[in-house]
């Protein structure tokens, strides 16, 4: 599903270059369920960003699905992300002045999606997350868990093949973090290929394949048995 | 992402920042106002001196002595003559061409009027009985001067409405007697009030016929002469014969000046659109300005969106989208604003047609037009750049919350 190889990515800090990611190759078959951990500044974010398209390689090969997308212009990459790619972030970045429904709904606007299909879907996504009677409520007026459900709605609600998730409890109690990651792991069934970034080992354990990095390189790739 | 959707969408961020919205459509609103105001104050002023000036009569070519233009010295003036006067057969000789409907010849001078005991000056006006209808007169009572030789120096007069007041109050005017210096005159009617135009009252004359004006007076001189001609097209016909009779009686001099209504008329119309178009296009002024201050508001709600603009982005926005949602909310927030500027302009007018019932006040259509494509113009041109720098924004970035 996901291959990068040799890829490097610095930025230009003052006029230091800092190298955020060194050489990584990595291979991600289609539904693996993959945890990110490291210390801060180790580049797990800019990883994620790499694999979500947000950003480019400096130099080195990404092959998603088989495509090399790192040639794409940004107006493909851009289709590529609205088609295959879902984000969760630990700050929601739910757009405020629009309500839940609408939300979970942006995806669908930007595709073109007819109004009838957009309703449909919205309702059966907000039904399955349990929001059905938060779907006129503003992010403002939503606790956190609720928010961080309706951008995991938002996220899926285009059936992305990759669903890429950065700290997505680190804005929670533990509690509510549980249930984000009963949200996500149910995904992961579904076969849908999920990439988490966290901090808290707890949550990154339980995924069947653990990365960590440091300093912009990979230092261990386990998988659970 | 649809149109219907953009426009949905690009209304929606609009509402959500309403004091922002409401500050930028005010600024639009009133610069649009401004231009419909301002243009038809200067069309109602064109309206109103055109107005006035063709009251005077219709397809009116007017003969006046002298020459008016410098070029050429004629050889009278070589040996000191004074240029010739325009007389009486001058008049008569005009009839000759058939471009000429009618006309009166004119003179004019003051004298003391009186019925007894009241007296006061008047402005003594000599003609004919053609001049009622060249000048669109019309009578109050009585009849017009009668429809005689204009050789024949009858005593009968026509007074303006103010003139008989003054000297008559309650009597009966017409069958009565005026005094105008050692002579008397029969009243044969009186003007209905008009009120003054152009500078010219009618309600305060005296009209005689021209050949008593001229014993009155003790000239033989024409101040001008009043040509009507047969229609529109006839005008410059009516002008030309007129000069070349009046050369051939001039024994060639060219000693008088013959102009059409339609040549002042058209000096004024000229004028006063430029006029209108200098205030309209200051107003516009204030377009520029409120374009301006909208693309700065524009790019301190881009600073503020910045979050919104780097999620659209994750979710699949292209850039060409994004520049798309901006220009949408530029457009919208012209379009709703001029049209109120439109309206609030077109209430303004009223209210001013209002207090000044004279001035037929009205916004030209293409000031109207030009204020409106103005107000978009401006409000599209100066979101451009904001709209290019939201689609530049890095998603990265945009998303940090460093
Ligand atoms: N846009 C940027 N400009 C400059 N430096 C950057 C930028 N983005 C990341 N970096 C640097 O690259 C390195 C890796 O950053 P990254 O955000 O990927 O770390 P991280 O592992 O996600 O850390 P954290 O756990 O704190 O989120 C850091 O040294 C960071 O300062
Ligand atoms: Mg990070």
């Known amino acids: 599903m996901i291959r990068l190889e040799h890829v490097k990515r610095s930025f230009t800090v003052g006029d230091q270059p800092v190298a955020a990611l060194r050489d990584i190759s990595l291979h991600i078959a289609a539904g693996e369920y993959v945890s990110i951990m490291g210390p801060s500044g180790s580049g797990k974010s800019t990883l994620l960003n790499m694999i979500g398209l947000l950003d480019r390689p400096d130099a080195g090969l990404y092959l998603l699905a088989g495509q090399d997308v790192s040639q794409l212009n940004e107006e493909q990459q851009a289709q590529v992300r609205r088609d295959k790619i879902g984000f969760v972030f630990q700050f929601f970045h739910l757009v405020p002045r629009l309500t839940a429904a609408m939300n979970i709904e942006l995806p669908l606007i930007l595709a073109g999606v007819d109004p009838q299909e957009r309703k449909q879907r ?104 | ?14 509402r959500g920042a309403r004091t922002r919205t409401l500050l930028m459509m005010l600024a639009m609103a009133i610069g649009v106002a401004a231009v419909v105001v301002l243009t038809a104050l200067g069309e109602g002023a064109r309206r109103y001196v055109i107005g006035e000036f063709s009251s005077l009569g219709t397809n009116l070519v007017i003969v006046l002595p002298g020459r008016s233009e410098t070029s050429g010295i004629s050889p009278g003036m070589l040996v000191g003559q004074i240029p010739r006067e325009l007389v009486l057969d001058d008049a008569q000789a005009l ?28 402005m003594v006006l000599g003609s004919t ?93 024409l101040l001008r002469i009043l040509i009507e001609a047969k229609g529109r097209d006839e005008i410059l016909r009516a002008r030309s014969e007129a000069e070349s009779i009046l050369l051939a009686r001039h024994s060639g001099e060219r000693d008088v000046t013959v102009i059409t209504q339609d040549a002042i008329l058209a000096t004024f119309d000229r004028i006063l659109r430029a006029l209108t178009l200098a205030v309209g296009g200051i107003a ?16 301190i709600a881009i600073a503020q969106r910045t979050q919104e603009i780097g999620l659209l982005k994750a979710i699949g926005a292209p850039p060409a989208q994004i520049r798309k949602l901006f220009f949408a909310e530029a457009a919208l927030l012209s379009l709703v604003s001029s049209l109120a500027g439109w309206a609030l302009g077109e209430i303004g007018s009223f209210v001013i047609g209002r207090a000044y019932p004279t001035l037929p006040i009205g916004a030209p259509w293409w000031a109207v037009l030009a204020a409106l494509a103005t107000a978009l113009g401006t409000g599209i041109l100066f979101s451009v750049m904001p709209a290019r720098r939201a689609a530049k924004l890095d998603p990265v970035l945009a998303l940090a919350r460093r």
């Open chain 2, 129 to 221: 009985a053609q001049l009622l209808a060249i000048r669109h007169m019309e009578m109050g009572e009585g009849q017009f001067l009668p429809d005689t030789d204009a050789r024949l120096a009858s005593s009968v007069c026509v007074l303006g409405a103010k003139i008989r007041r003054e000297l008559f109050a309650n009597e009966a005017a017409v069958g009565g007697w005026v005094k105008l210096g050692d002579r008397r005159f029969r009243v044969s009617g009186v003007l209905k009030e008009q009120g003054e135009s152009m500078g010219f009252n009618t309600d305060e004359l005296v009209i005689i016929p021209v050949a008593s004006a001229h014993q009155l007076f003790n000239t033989q001189a």
């Open chain 1, 122 to 225: 919205v309702d059966e996504l907000l039904a399955s997350y349990g929001l059905t009677n938060r779907a006129d409520h503003r992010p403002e007026q939503l606790s956190g868990g609720q928010r961080q459900r309706v951008a995991i709605a938002r996220a899926t609600i285009m059936r992305p093949a990759v669903l890429l998730a950065d700290e997505p409890t680190g804005n929670l109690d533990r509690a509510t973090g549980r249930e984000v990651m009963a949200l996500l792991e149910g995904l992961t069934e579904q076969g849908v290929t999920l990439i988490l970034v966290t901090h808290d080992h707890e949550i990154g354990d339980r995924a069947q394949r653990q990365l960590v990095m440091v300093d912009g390189q990979l230092a261990s790739d386990t998988r659970q048995p």
């Open chain 2, 1 to 14: 992402m649809t149109l219907t959707d953009t426009l949905l969408f690009a209304s929606g961020s609009l």
């Open chain 2, 284 to 299: 516009a002024i204030s377009l520029a300005v409120a374009g301006i201050l909208i693309m700065n508001v524009m790019l």
């Open chain 2, 95 to 122: 009839l000759r061409s058939n471009a000429i409907r009618r006309l009166a010849p004119l003179s004019v001078g003051s004298a003391q009027a009186s019925n007894g005991a009241r007296n006061r000056e008047v």
